[in-house]
Every structure is written in structure tokens, then in C-alpha cells.
């Protein structure tokens, strides 16, 4: 009974542990630093994490930094922010793949003296040329015969710097007729002439991926290697290098279905893009479903918890909506946050009969679902700001907010009727002017009569003003994310939306970043981390009130 509720993942790590073949449990997360982590990479961060944590094991943050051309050390950088952020703790186990580049090239070397690898002067075309097809064999390279000691020497001379790059590379010596492509005496090592972020200078030779991701999982002890389903068919060489590099008890890979959202942005090659051509303002922009673009929009690392346990692990492929993960985000937001009075398309209001210098605090219940949050208090006076769309000279039917005669509630202060408006020359709505009662005030215990509408405003003498940022999807959601045509991305003009002019009760004045809110009405909003300064506040829309998404019962 007690399987039926574990992942497929735990019941063989159980299995493991019963049947003594390993006697600790060790995962890591071994990115590559060449971008910004985006959140399916969350999904394997809080995956390997949980599960050393859930196995009183121990997770290591290891960079697989084998290729100098695409790394830098602003990547590392912000993984390791990206990896702390989401909670997962790698203690004192910050590793890089380069540590092991001495221990990589003995393992080569031992491959060499046991027949097991040679060097290559075949091209890289040549060698796709040799390779054969899913259907048909591939051809043994014509060097694949090279003694022991002019391997040696060759590779030797490989590794101080005798040859161009793409001159030489050392190949694996397995079965150019497997059925498994990448058993196909693949490359382990390629000549690179390149500066590297962690070494320098002392290496012009870098192992290839497929062959130090096993020696680094082995030399860390790893015990189970969590990777994604596009690995599996390279399962048999990860196996074939811990095997005969001889380590002892080497790791085990699991595979697992990547976390595909819908109608998003992942690949890096196409943010990069968006942000050389101006179309993003960076890797962290809150469009973007980068990690870091996800927390500056306001997304909280418990929302992304949720959303990566809704989500699942399994072996089959699936994808997840938008909505899902904006969902998450609500849930951990609605009982936490305040909901603040903010106007983003502000109208003046004017209350004629209220007296001009007169200034009231009404109190507020910061969260009416949580009352362990407290009240505050916020100030009312003559002059007000609404929403521009709570106020209609004409109403349509049903419409019960503000217009001449109407009579509502001013959220936590009065009933007010409309008594008329003031426009400018183009026949624009300038001020709505109103009456109030002075017996309607809210807490009163007033019952005399009701009303069908409440709206809320803010106090146009106290009110701070702001930059708000309305967010959506970058990509145009009917069009799908790439263009059937020439493959760039389908993008949405309406993706941002910036309003300079925004009123905010002045409770707001001295928020920062990371602080969120409810705007009521609007949506949940959150200090912009990187623009917002004191005098200057941005705030970013984290995620509007209403919600398409339905859990299934």
C-alpha cells in the first residue's frame, strides 16, 4: 500500500536501499552554464533536492562546465541564485564538472591502454558520415586501429596543444554496428582552443558531455542520476563509461518526463534572441518563464513547489497549462497578502457636500479571509480617485457601479450618489461629481437601505503615485509560439502594457522588492526588483483575480 503513493522514482531508490546495493542516497543538479534556469529546470532542481532531503541524503549543485564556447561565469551566477531561491540547499557541495578535468583525462588514458579508445583524424562530417543511419550500420573509422602507444602519444600531444581545433579528437572504441547510434564509437574528447571560466588556460582539450557527466556522478558517489526522458537512449554509454573507467559502485540513471508548459518561451536560443533584439529587457524579464524572470514578476518559490508536485513524475510526456501555474501562485498569495486600495486608470471623484478640509481614517481589514493580519487605517477626504471604468455616463444593462443618480458604496467609507460629471473640450469625462450621507459611513451598524454596487478609490491629497505593469503572455496564444513559416516566435504586441500614471493608497509609499499585494480588484502586484526605486515605484501585475484553471475532483 505504502508503494502506491510514491513515484516510480522512490520505489526504485526503496528497492535500492532494501536490497543493500547502495547504502546512502546522493542526487545533484548539474546544469550547464550557458543561460538563465527556466521553470522546467525547477522540476528537476526540487526533484533531485527532495529526494536527498526525503532520504536523509545529501544534493549536490555541480556546473557541467565541459564547453568553454557558451559558458560564463554571469550564468553561474544566477543558477546558484536560482537554486538557493527554490530552498534547495547544497550546503558545501558547489561543484564544477572542470575539477575533474585531471581525473577525465586519466579515465581516457585507461581507455587507451585497455583497447578502448583511439584517436580520430576523421573530420566532423566525416565521422556523421561514418555513423550509418537508424536503419543501416556505421563504418569503422579507417584510424580505429591505432596501436596503444601512438594513441597515447597522439592524445598526449592532443592535450599540449600540438593540433588545430576539429584536427583530432579521441573516440570511444564500442560497436559501430549497435543498434543504439550513440554507441557508435562516439567522440569523448575534442581539441578547443578557448579560455575557460574555471581553468584558464591549462586545458586546449574538453571531454564531450556523455562521457564526463558519468565520471563526474561517479566520483561524487552519486547513487541515483535524475535526468530527463531525452537521455535514456544515452544510458547505455553513461553505463559503459563508469564500467569500464572501473568505478565502484556506480551511479544509476533514472529518466523522467520534462515539465512542458504550453504556449511559452523555453528554448534558449530564442530568449537570447528576445533579448539582444530589444524585445525583453533581459534573461530575468517578467514575460519570461526563466526563473528569474519568474520571481521578479512576483511568483514565490512555494507557488512553484506546488505547481511542480500538481504537475507529477512520471515517464510519460505531458503538458501543462499557463493557467496551472498562475493558480499556484493565487493559492499562496490569497491568505498572505493585503489587499491594498490602488486606482490604475485613475477619475477624479469630487464629494461636493463633504467638507473641503476635513480628513477621516477609515479602518480597513488588511485580508477579510485572514483576520491574523490585522487592520489599518486609510485616509478619506473631498477629492477622490475611482477606476475610470466604475464610472458610466450611459450604463448598460446590469451595470451597477457609478452613473448620474446612481448610488453606491465607497469601499470601507460611504454611500455616494452621482450628482453629474465635468468634460473637456473633446467631450471627455474629466470629474464625476458626488453627495454622500454621512450616516452610511461603513462600521456604522448603518441599515436604512442597501445598495448593489461598492467600489473602491483612493485620496487624491494622500495618494502615491506609481508605475504599473500589466503583464501577459509574450506569445500570441492563438497563433501558438512559432511561426509555421519561418519558425520565429508568434509574439503578443499586447504583452506589456505600462501605465505611468497610477494611484496607490499611501500605505504603499515605502514598499521594496521583493513586497507583494493585492490591488483589490486588479490582481496581485509586486514591487518591480529592478526599476522601482524610492520616489519612482514600479509595480509588476504577478497574476490577474480570475482564474480558467479548474483541479479535477
Not at 530552498?87 to 581516457?108: H, K, N, Q, V
Not at 452613473?403 to 467631450?427: A, H, I, Q, S
Not at 503615485?465 to 509560439?481: M, P
Not at 496581485?524 to 475532483?553: M, T
Request: hydrophobic share 35%; charged share 30%.
Amino acid at each position: 500500500m505504502e508503494n502506491e503513493t510514491k513515484n516510480f522514482i522512490e520505489q526504485i531508490i526503496d528497492k535500492d536501499l532494501a536490497d543493500g546495493y547502495y547504502d546512502h542516497v546522493q542526487t545533484r543538479f548539474p546544469p550547464e552554464p550557458n543561460g538563465y534556469l527556466h521553470i522546467g529546470h525547477a522540476k528537476s532542481i526540487l526533484l533531485n533536492y527532495g529526494l536527498a532531503k526525503k532520504y536523509n541524503g545529501k544534493f549536490n549543485l555541480r556546473f557541467d562546465d565541459t564547453n568553454p564556447t557558451k559558458e560564463k561565469s554571469e550564468f553561474v551566477e544566477s543558477i546558484k541564485e536560482d537554486v538557493a531561491w527554490l530552498g534547495a540547499d547544497w550546503e558545501d557541495r558547489l561543484l564544477f564538472a572542470s575539477d575533474y578535468f585531471d581525473i577525465m583525462y586519466e579515465c581516457a588514458v585507461k581507455l587507451i591502454k585497455k583497447g578502448k579508445a583511439f584517436v580520430c583524424d576523421l573530420t566532423a562530417d566525416q565521422i556523421r558520415e561514418y555513423r550509418g543511419t537508424l536503419t543501416e550500420p556505421g563504418k569503422d573509422s579507417p584510424y580505429r586501429n591505432r596501436t596503444e602507444e601512438e594513441n597515447l602519444e597522439l592524445f598526449e600531444n592532443m592535450k599540449n596543444g600540438l593540433y588545430a581545433d576539429g584536427e583530432k579528437v579521441l573516440r570511444a572504441k564500442i560497436d559501430m554496428a549497435s543498434p543504439n547510434i550513440n554507441m557508435r564509437d562516439p567522440v569523448i574528447y575534442r581539441v578547443a582552443h578557448m579560455n575557460h571560466h574555471n581553468t584558464g588556460d591549462k586545458w586546449c582539450i574538453y571531454p564531450m558531455y556523455d562521457f564526463a557527466h558519468p565520471i563526474e556522478d561517479a566520483v561524487e558517489r552519486i547513487t541515483h542520476s535524475i535526468c530527463t526522458l531525452e537521455f535514456e537512449d544515452h544510458r547505455p554509454l553513461y553505463d559503459w563509461v563508469v564500467r569500464e573507467c572501473e568505478f565502484d559502485h556506480p551511479p544509476k540513471q533514472i529518466e523522467f518526463a520534462k515539465l512542458y508548459l504550453k504556449n511559452v518561451v523555453t528554448g534558449k536560443r530564442y530568449i537570447k534572441k528576445l533579448v539582444e533584439d530589444g524585445i525583453v529587457d533581459g534573461w530575468d524579464d517578467p514575460r519570461l518563464v526563466s526563473i528569474s524572470g519568474l520571481r521578479r514578476r512576483g511568483y514565490t518559490p512555494e507557488s512553484i513547489r506546488r505547481f511542480v508536485e500538481m504537475a507529477g513524475v512520471s515517464k510519460s510526456n505531458s503538458v501543462c497549462e499557463m493557467p496551472m501555474l498562475e493558480y499556484c501562485i493565487r493559492e499562496d498569495l490569497k491568505l498572505k497578502k493585503a489587499r491594498m486600495m490602488a486606482v490604475l486608470h485613475p477619475l477624479k471623484l469630487i464629494v461636493d457636500n463633504y467638507p473641503e478640509d476635513q480628513v477621516e481614517y477609515m479602518e480597513v481589514q488588511n485580508n477579510q479571509e485572514n483576520p491574523e493580519l490585522g487592520v489599518r487605517t486609510v485616509p478619506f477626504c473631498r477629492e477622490l480617485y475611482i477606476e475610470r471604468e466604475d464610472f458610466m455616463e450611459v450604463p448598460v444593462k446590469k451595470y451597477f457601479r457609478l452613473f448620474p443618480g446612481n448610488e453606491v458604496r465607497l469601499m470601507n467609507g460611504y454611500f455616494v450618489t452621482c450628482t453629474g460629471v465635468l468634460k473637456d473640450e473633446e467631450g471627455n469625462v474629466t470629474e464625476v461629481h458626488c453627495t454622500y450621507d454621512p450616516e452610511t459611513r461603513s462600521g456604522s451598524g448603518f441599515t436604512g437601505r442597501k445598495v448593489k454596487g461598492t467600489i473602491h478609490w483612493v485620496s487624491a491629497r494622500h495618494a502615491v503615485k506609481a508605475e504599473v505593469r500589466l503583464y501577459e503572455n509574450i506569445v500570441d496564444e492563438e497563433k501558438g509560439v512559432y511561426n509555421e513559416e519561418d519558425g520565429s516566435l508568434n509574439l503578443n504586441p499586447n504583452s506589456l502594457i505600462v501605465l505611468k500614471d497610477c494611484y496607490l493608497e499611501p500605505g504603499l509609499a515605502g514598499a521594496e522588492a521583493p513586497e507583494s499585494f493585492q490591488f483589490v480588484r486588479n490582481g496581485y502586484f509586486c514591487v518591480d526588483s529592478k526599476d522601482s526605486e524610492p520616489g519612482h515605484l514600479v509595480f509588476n501585475r504577478i497574476v490577474s483575480l480570475k482564474s480558467s484553471f479548474k483541479i479535477e475532483k
